[in-house]
């Protein structure tokens, strides 16, 4: 690309995501690499998100996943986002990787039964119904309402703690975990407020959010990263998760949306929200782009995007706002400033082999 048409690259125009300015469309998406030392963000960690932004990567997303409460055992080396020292740490990490104009924003959760008893306190597994998630084979307590209160509260502090540190934004995991545990059938046979209709699998995701909105204010940067079709028999569908968008955007109270599309409950399904080496480059970039004309809401998204050709494209035909090449900067921080520089070629590609993923169990 000539240098010309290098300053008309569509993914190297700003964005303005409420009032913060990202310098170009290249983003990291949430993904913990187990390098947190007892649930904090040590030097390992900074470094490694430093790194990104030195390469001219607009927005990390740190942590994946970390907890909000003591009992979602941390079964990946997710950061403690519980504990009040977890704000000095990331506070140096926030500070660094502004340094180098890169902004910073973390994904919370509370895993539910996403994860195995047996790590950290060996606190019971929780979740809407008792049943079990193939994966991490826990069986889940039927969480009751003082879990829930209590977790509610956990949500708030921890947004508080992120706030502190400094961070750009929040994104809130709902997909596989406790809060989108509500909302799927698959995971939500109650009968009683929280079961049944769509207000009521809400619930609980309207009082986490109005906790957090109360902790941050209005204007700190509040997403959601969030199944919008589970593409499951067992789960919901597109229509529902529109549905659901919708409600979500009417409480006002949400500023982005990570789209993901399908379950994580077992590794075959997985793959298919982490595409694999060898499988079709970007299936749900067109399913993401209906979602951002049909919403007008912020919408970011990664699967499969690892290439910048197809990044450009996700953001010249207006499909996404920030564009998700995540193991592709794993394989190699410097995307961006190769190609502003006219050094595509020498980007390292991500070959898709998802080593990555395999080895955050292996800490
Ligand atoms: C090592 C690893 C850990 C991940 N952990 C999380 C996580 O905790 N939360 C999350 O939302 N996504 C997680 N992901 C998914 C990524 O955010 C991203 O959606 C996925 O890698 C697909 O994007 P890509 O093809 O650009 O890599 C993880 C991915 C990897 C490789």
Redesign the pocket.
């Known amino acids: 690309m000539a240098s010309a048409a290098r300053e008309n690259d569509p993914l190297f125009q700003p964005y303005q995501l409420k009032h913060l300015i990202l310098r170009n469309r290249l983003m990291s ?5 187990n390098y947190s030392e007892n649930g904090l963000p040590g030097e390992r960690y900074r470094l490694y998100h430093v790194e990104k932004a030195k390469g001219g990567l607009a927005l990390t ?1 740190t ?3 970390a907890i909000v409460s003591q009992d979602s055992p941390p079964s ?1 080396g ?1 950061l403690h986002a519980y504990k009040d020292e977890i704000v000095p740490a990331l506070r140096q990490l926030v500070d660094q990787c502004h340094d180098h104009d890169c902004a910073v924003m973390i ?1 919370i959760t509370h895993l539910g039964r996403r994860t195995g008893w047996n790590h950290g306190d060996w606190l019971p597994v929780l979740a809407p119904s008792p049943i079990r998630e193939p994966a991490h084979r826990s069986f889940p307590k039927e969480i009751e309402d003082w879990d829930i209160d209590r977790i509610v509260a956990d949500y708030a502090s921890a947004a508080a703690r992120m706030q502190a540190a400094g961070l750009d934004g929040i994104e809130i ?1 709902a ?1 596989g975990h406790l809060l989108d545990g509500f909302w799927s059938p698959a995971t939500n046979i109650r009968d009683d407020n929280y079961g049944g209709n769509l207000d009521n699998r809400l619930r609980f995701t309207y009082l986490v959010l109005d906790a957090m909105r109360k902790s941050v204010g209005p204007d700190f940067i509040i997403g959601f ?1 969030m199944a919008a079709d589970e593409a499951w028999s067992e789960g919901f569908g597109a229509e529902t998760g529109m549905e659901i968008i919708r409600r979500l955007k009417a409480t006002g109270q949400i500023d982005f949306l ?1 789209i ?1 599309r399908g379950h994580i409950d077992q590794d075959a399904a997985l793959s298919k ?3 694999i080496s060898g499988m079709a480059s970007a299936p749900h970039l067109d399913f993401s782009g209906n979602i951002r004309a049909n919403t007008k809401l912020p919408v970011f998204h ?5 290439d910048i050709a197809t990044a450009r494209h996700a953001i010249a035909e207006g499909k996404l706002d920030m564009v ?5 900067h ?1 394989a190699d921080p410097y995307i961006a400033t190769k190609t502003r520089a006219g050094r595509e070629t020498e980007i390292r590609p ?1 070959v ?1 082999a ?1 080593y ?2 395999d ?2 169990y292996e800490g």
């Not at 998700?324 to 592709?328: F, K, L």
């Open positions: 998406t949430a993904h913990e690499p997303m942590a994946g996943s990946f997710n994904q995991e997909y990263r990570n993901i929200v982490i595409p990664a699967a499969k995007i690892d998700g090449m995540t193991r592709a794993i991500c898709g998802t990555c993923l080895r955050i």
